[in-house]
């Protein structure tokens, strides 16, 4: 499954777009009437999968087992704008350097834990425009990204990637913009997620790169241990969040995939 249309994967409420994906996808599975089912999937895809799959069993449907890819919750409760535009920015390898932004060595996470002083809250554009001392750097660089629309960041950042992967064209931006707004909804969506209990069988692929981020954890990821009460194994792969599925590394999920525990 892929989100569909933009504009009704934008309608689903952030509060409940896992558990709504879900309904709607469990939905269109038991349509086919299968004797069994399993399922997999990637990050934000994992906790769809494994939401599906607990309304197909709930409904006398055989599942199999679940596999979730570098799956992880959203470690804060933040949702500026401007962060999350960086944050895809980051996804699209957009350079951001050359937007102000100098994250050496953690830089920006640094200065935003000392804004949010370990305590799961909000950051407003005031604050990012106002750091100081060791980053005021940021704090200047923010200044100058919040007087520039959300489009105008946007296009910022697309002037700022790789030019082998970007032609310019109009039909390009609009495809980029369209990814936004489904990166945005879905990074709020997760903002929101908590999982239930689980009993199901299943497989974690956890990536042997930790996942980082330049946003301060203030929560905790989630415990596989507390919320599978089925058969559950976490296995390490190979690569980063991003290249664990590419074609260098895909050579070490398959074996997860056609292996029967």
Known sequence: FTFGSEKEYLS?????????LAQKY???????????????????GGFIALETAKILKENGKYVSRVILISSHLCLH???????IEY????????????IGINNENNRLQKALISLVKDENV????????????????????????LKLSHKERLKLMYEYLNKKEFNGEKS????LNILYNIFEHSFKGMIYYKPDIYDLDVIVLNPSVKV?????????DVNW?????????????????????DDTHIKNILPYLIRRW
Request: net charge negative; aromatic share 6%; hydrophobic share 35%.
């Open 26 to 44: 469990a939905k269109k599975l038991i349509e086919l009437n299968k004797d069994k089912y399993e399922l997999i999937g990637y990050c934000i």
């Open 77 to 83: 409760s933040i949702d500026n704008q401007v962060l």
């Open 122 to 145: 909000n950051i407003t554009n005031e604050s990012l425009s106002e750091l100081s001392g060791d980053f005021e750097d940021l704090g200047l660089a923010f200044s100058k990204l």
């Open 172 to 175: 390009t931006i609009s495809m």
């Open 212 to 220: 980082s981020t330049f946003f301060p954890e203030t929560k905790s």
């Open 225 to 245: 241990d507390e919320v599978i009460i089925g058969d559950l194994k976490i296995c390490s792969i190979e690569g980063t969040h991003e290249s664990c599925i």
């Open 12 to 20: 689903i409420p952030r509060e409940t777009l896992i558990i709504d």
């Open 87 to 98: 944050a895809y920015g980051n996804v699209i390898n957009s350079d951001l350097s050359k």
